[in-house]
């Protein structure tokens, strides 16, 4: 039998003032935001020689750099999530 997927709890919905107003009074708001789809900043540090081939490589794609970088990690891991669903 198989099983089946968990389903996704979706965030409360509420009003940008009514969440203002909480947020405000020190009150948690986390019921209310969708952590899945949060974005977050990273920040890495790399030799130089690294940043010139990434600048080379994003000048003759025609993106930037910040996103050469988010492309080649999303495509590793893909690759990734793809070789451990064969595993399985």
């Given at each position: 039998m198989k099983k089946k997927a968990p389903t996704k709890k979706m965030p409360k919905s509420i009003t940008a003032e009514e969440l203002d107003r909480r947020f405000d009074n020190g009150e948690s708001i986390m019921e209310y935001l969708d952590m899945d789809n949060a974005t977050f900043r990273v920040n890495v540090d790399f030799p130089a020689w690294s940043v010139s081939e990434l600048d080379?490589?994003?000048n003759r794609l025609g993106v930037s750099r910040q996103a050469l970088i988010k492309l080649w990690i999303v495509e590793r891991l893909d690759l990734l999530a793809k070789s451990r669903k064969?595993?399985?």
């Open positions: 080379r490589e994003s064969k595993v399985v």
